[in-house]
């Protein structure tokens, strides 16, 4: 399993490379943005741990140019900003997961093999699911409403498979937070609420029925009316 760390600060790579070596990973590192965005899109890793601020181009940056070419690898941010907004910046950019500096390496290791392991997973479930009028396929990252294609986040990619995992069942927005974030339930953040009115949007293009409802008090559910 090979992971890319993509961070500046030479003493904060080389820990968080040799902790991760130490638990059987395979590590290259990067040490500015540019070197890591051209890593990344070279060669196939398990999981990109990737600073925030980084020289060449920023972190978001970066991620942002891989969700652009669709390469949906897993991405660890790290980062110095820790408040529920900056959280919410990097989750709903296109991230994973958002681990907050300093951090203990425990931590990190623990988050980056729930990460591997859940991308392995995904890998060998079934690769398509289909409902009403709508079918999303995890093999190619396409999602059709009859026969239009639906360009989606990976977030939002990602809800609309647990949703459609689970058709016609009330989910939780703890289950939604912890299955598609790896990240504990924080009750101050809105970025659940944010990907669903998003993927409402891409869903109900042109006054298409709508298939994601609320539960007041309990989550969403995806089902006809």
């Known amino acids: ?93 296109g991230s994973d997961d958002y681990l907050t500096k300093p951090f203990a390496l425990a931590e990190l290791v623990a988050r980056a093999k729930i990460l591997v392991k859940r991308n392995q997973l995904v890998a060998i479930v079934s690769s398509e699911y289909s409902y009403d009028d709508l079918r999303l396929d995890i093999k190619s990252h396409r999602v059709w409403r009859g026969t239009r294609l639906i360009n989606l986040q990976q977030k939002e990619f990602l809800l609309l498979q647990y949703l459609m995992e689970h058709v016609e069942s009330v989910v939780s927005r703890m289950s939604l937070f912890e299955s598609v974030w790896s990240y504990h339930f924080d009750p101050k953040t809105n970025v659940i609420d944010v990907h669903i009115a998003n993927l409402r949007k891409k869903l109900e293009f042109e006054g298409e029925p709508s298939l994601i409802h609320t539960v007041r008090g309990a989550g969403y559910v995806l089902r006809r009316v």
């Open 1 to 93: 399993m090979k992971i890319l760390v993509i961070e500046d600060d030479l003493t904060t790579r080389e820990f968080v490379a040799r902790g991760l070596r130490e638990h059987g990973f395979v590590v290259d590192e990067a040490e500015d943005g540019h070197q890591g965005l051209m890593m990344a899109t070279s060669c196939e890793y398990q999981l990109i741990v990737l600073d925030r601020m980084l020289p060449q181009l920023d972190g978001l940056k970066v991620l942002a140019a891989l969700r652009a070419t669709e390469n949906h690898t897993p991405v660890l941010i790290l980062s110095a900003m820790d408040s529920v907004e900056d959280r919410v910046v990097g989750l709903t950019a």
